[in-house]
């Protein structure tokens, strides 16, 4: 590969080589250095150097951007103020800035450095000053140039070139560098894996300020992918970790294929490292290998949670996991929960255990078992129940996931009503469209969820139907490294097909709490129904929508502010129908940022609805965003 530039009548001096030649002008020359003899003075005391930029022209984005990336500046900072340390950032620096001047689209630029007076390219390495005093930084950046001619060729077709890149624009290098990376990617996205750039030639006109600049693309042959060597396995089943990274030996090169294979690999939660290199040289029939180093992460991991309300009580949860159960990738996972811990109703328990194996009927597939049996001792109603199942995740993107499982569950309820057994099937399905910025702490983008769980009852006390629910989040930020956020979510839902009293207790839907309307006390509002000499019995209704309201403010680091707004209503009847009552709450809280999340610490206080007798102040505290 070629590359070079041509100057116009300019004098240049060069400083450095590289994959181009790096050129500045400067006012000194090479010389004996100066500084001979100043070895015998004293060391300097640490006190900072007198650091003095001078622009004489140019835009005024050119002097932040010369001192963001002078390697004076980050001495100064660091305090390494010696003689040696400065000299070495003085000369590190005449390259600097001539990129910065070059990115910027000045090309006939004059940089002078001096060191208490002296040109620092004229002191040579070995005979640096024990100290200096003032540091002088003084750019003419010249005339900015423009493209008289922008060209590169050949380009595969739909590639997607800089828009700077373009005759009349200003020449920035920037620009030529984002073109040719673009142009070798076009290539590789077609299937032409070798892609290169062949030649690049750029010219300078000093007298009429223009650049002439002319990339020229070596596409290379279109490939396919060959053999997938591995490397680095320990436990793992070779055979199944190939299945796991569905490598699509035999068809067209593609890098996003190769991004999927890592993040299967990834997504199996065996590996802590994932590498995969092309080879050099192309194979037999246009075909390309691949080879496959991973490192295999420690086999189990233990974690836990937390959440607190002054009503609710504690919750806390854990959980342990296997990456490699059976050597296939196969990951169990069990979780153990206790919640409502000095809470107004009694406690709360649950376990479950649950089986993945990835790669079941597809690379993108994961099967899975699950076990599960809970105990809620709620204020209307005590609930046991278990759940076994079987179930598959596909998940064909970062932003889809979809789920389906076949589930037999049993329930006992004890209320006011007496007691009711249910026996049901389930089918449960679950898709998910993810488009936030970061999952934990987003800032912009959007969540929807969409789900229908049809059902069909085993004996007389359970009806069949299907419970239908819906989520969307949006997130939106602005500001100075977006410190404000704006977050709303709407959650609905509704259960078709059975009578209130044949439904499963857990379908049906309850308002207040940390997960619906914050300021009123958990599964606070339901309805109630009339079943049989009783009387009514309080029970959750059959449809519900909820809404929720954030604007979070970043005031320090790690430190945020959130302010919020919660309401929800439940319906008796399906289709949002019947009978209903709301409530609404609203809040503030702090965020303190960690490793793993945000912690949350929320008070919220009842605003409007609910049963008349809810006042005071609930409190909230957990890991993570409330949404």
Known sequence: MKSWIKAGTAAVIVLGTGAGMVWAQSSGSPSSSPFSGWFGRDSNDGSPV?????????????????????LLV??????????????????????????????????????DISLDGVEAASIAPLDAPKVVQKVVVSVQPGPRFRYSRAEIAPVAPGTELPRGYRRGEVARTGDMKNAATSGVAGWRDVGHAKAEVAETEIIADHATNLIDSRIRLAPGPELR????????????????????????????????????????????????AITLTEADQIGPGNTLDVDLLVAEQKLRRLGAGFEYSNTDGLSLTGYWINRNLFRGGERLRVDASISDIGGDTGRDYSLGLRVDRP?????????????????????????????????????????????????????????DSGRTNFRLFALPTLVTWDKRDEPN???????????????????????????????????????????????????????????????????????????????????SLGVEVIQGPDGPVRTGGMSIVTLTAEARIQVRERIGLALFADAGRV?????????????????????????????????????????????????????????
């Open 359 to 415: 790669a079941t009927i597809t690379a993108d597939t994961t099967g899975y078992v699950l076990a599960k049996v809970e105990s809620l001792q709620e204020e209307d109603y005590d609930l046991k129940s278990g759940t076994f199942g079987l179930g598959f995740t596909w998940i064909p993107s970062d932003e889809l996931t979809a789920d389906i499982a076949l589930q037999y569950r049993a329930l006992r309820v004890d209320d």
């Open 225 to 272: 992918f060959g053999q997938l060597t591995i490397r680095g396995y320990q436990r793992m089943d070779p055979r199944r970790l190939r299945k796991i990274a569905g490598f699509p030996e035999g068809e067209r090169f593609d890098p996003e294929k190769l991004d999927d294979v890592r993040k299967r690999l990834r997504r199996s939660g065996v590996f802590s």
């Open 50 to 70: 007198n650091l003095d930029f001078q622009v004489d022209g140019g835009d005024d984005d050119l002097l932040p951007a010369i001192r963001q990336t002078s």
């Open 74 to 111: 980050s001495a100064q900072d660091e305090g390494r103020v010696t003689g040696q340390d400065i000299l070495a950032a003085a000369r590190g620096d005449y390259a600097r800035i001539l990129g910065v001047l070059y990115d910027q689209g000045y090309y006939s630029g004059i940089i």
């Open 441 to 523: 702490d987003a800032k912009r983008g959007y969540w929807l969820s969409g789900g229908i769980t049809p059902f069909v009852g085993l004996q007389d006390e359970t009806g069949s139907g299907a419970q239908i629910l819906a989520e969307g989040r949006a997130y939106s930020s602005f500001g100075t490294e977006d410190r404000f956020t704006l977050a709303g979510r709407a959650r609905l839902g509704t259960v078709v097909g059975p009578e209130i009293e044949e439904t499963p207790r857990d379908y049906l839907f309850w308002s207040g709490g940390g997960g619906t309307v914050r300021g009123h006390s958990y599964e």
């Open 571 to 627: 319906w008796e009847d399906s289709s949002w129908s019947g009978a209903s009552g709301w409530q609404a709450g609203a809040g503030a809280g702090i965020r303190y940022k960690t490793p793993i999340g945000p912690m949350r610490f929320d008070i919220a206080t009842p605003v409007g609805g609910g049963d008349g007798d809810e006042g005071g102040v609930q409190v909230y505290i957990g890991l993570g965003q409330a949404f």
